[in-house]
């Protein structure tokens, strides 16, 4: 029997819920612009803003001028990100906001790099990392509610003339995201450090080559009317069945991290260091490595925030900016004794010792 020939129907223009990247560097306003706009729009529609928080709280500093609520992400694999964007969209929020989409990104590359230092290849750890990040995009795409997902840049210092001195001034470049974000979103925006908000792509006339100076609910207002216009989305015949998050893969362990005292950190460090180089040189064993302590410390501790909190005081965001032998065996020394300290501080203390008549000698009338 052949197949019914495809039909094709007039397109006409629907009604849409927003779907915005706003990119840039660190200080250009991105969370500010997105509770803004993101509030705008919640109100019109008599709903609430949902913020999805991977910047340790950065969000809830405006709590004072923006009503919202926020879910501290403490993993930042893209399996957490579709649950926590499941959960706002169930529980019938008008706006999720993801600060930032960066994270998603950042951590992908690491699981991907102790995949392929377990003795694979780029190639195979992309087949199975780039499913997970495509359901991550998906989630956003497919969402009932509007979208607002912050994006970090990439800065750089250029100079430029005032009064006839040259001073820096910081740019913001790409954002720090997988390529080709941006045919996933209707509108991406870069903000530059003094808060001008430029429209880089849109899928609406009326933004096109368009600046904005601090926008604010002025400009979620806008945003929603060009949402608005067109008919009523019809219901469609499909039925999309709804999925659960994807089952991270596990990664085993090749280097089992000793279970030891505080005391003994040096020593084990050092046997641990032997076998990173008795295996592959270089940064994929020290990767692989780190990522199992990160394990055990999210076992141990219940999140990763002790292991981001080493890497920073190393002045790292993650450990495959690593530069050098000497700065890797800095860090995995600080990991281990971060994990030892942690397992320590589950153990509970020793209770006090009871003597009994076996301690005594027998001329004290102790047992013989």
């Known amino acids: 029997m052949m197949a019914p020939a495809p039909h094709f129907t007039k397109a006409t223009r629907e009604q849409a819920k927003l779907r915005l990247a706003i990119v840039a560097p660190s200080g250009g306003g991105k969370t500010w612009t997105a509770l803004a706009i993101g509030t705008a729009i919640a109100e019109a529609e008599g709903g609430r803003v949902a913020l999805i928080d991977t910047e340790h709280g950065s969000a809830s500093k405006y709590a004072d001028l923006y009503d919202f609520d926020t879910l501290a992400l403490t993993e930042t694999d893209t399996e957490s990100y579709v649950a926590a964007i499941r959960a706002a969209e169930a529980a019938g929020y008008a706006v999720i906001i993801l600060d930032s989409g960066t994270h998603a990104w950042e951590t992908m590359l690491e699981q991907k790099d102790i995949k392929a230092a377990r003795g694979g290849n780029s190639f195979t750890a992309w087949a199975e ?54 045919y996933e979103y209707d509108i991406v925006a870069y903000m530059d450090i003094e808060h001008n908000l430029t429209i880089d792509k849109t899928r609406y006339a009326e933004l096109d080559g368009k600046s904005f100076r601090r926008p604010g609910r002025e400009f979620g207002t806008a945003l929603l009317g060009w949402l608005r216009q067109g ?27 000793p279970e030891v005292h505080p005391g003994t950190v040096p020593v084990e460090v050092e046997r641990l260091w032997r076998r990173i180089k008795g295996g592959k040189e270089g940064l994929p064993s020290v990767l692989q490595v780190c990522g ?77």
Do not use: W
């Open 231 to 257: 008919a009523v989305p019809t219901q469609r015949a499909v039925v999309v069945q709804q999925q659960a998050p994807p089952t991270p893969a596990a990664f085993p362990r090749t280097m089992p991290v």
């Open 129 to 182: 990392i780039s499913p997970r990040y495509r359901a991550f995009t998906e989630a956003q795409t497919g969402c009932r509610a509007h979208i607002i997902t912050t994006i970090r840049a990439k800065t750089e210092y250029v100079l430029e003339d005032r009064g006839g001195k040259q001073v820096p001034k910081k740019v913001g470049l790409a954002g720090v995201i997988r390529p080709g974000y941006e």
């Open 292 to 368: 199992e302590m990160k394990a055990d410390i999210i076992a141990v501790a219940g999140s990763e925030a002790g292991y981001y909190e080493v890497l920073s005081k190393h002045g790292l965001k993650h450990a495959n900016e690593l530069k050098g032998t000497q700065a890797a065996r800095k860090l995995v020394r600080d990991l281990y004794e971060y994990l030892v300290k942690a397992r320590a501080a589950l153990e509970p203390p020793p209770e006090p010792y009871q003597a009994t008549d076996d301690d005594l000698p027998p001329e004290l009338g102790g047992s013989s």
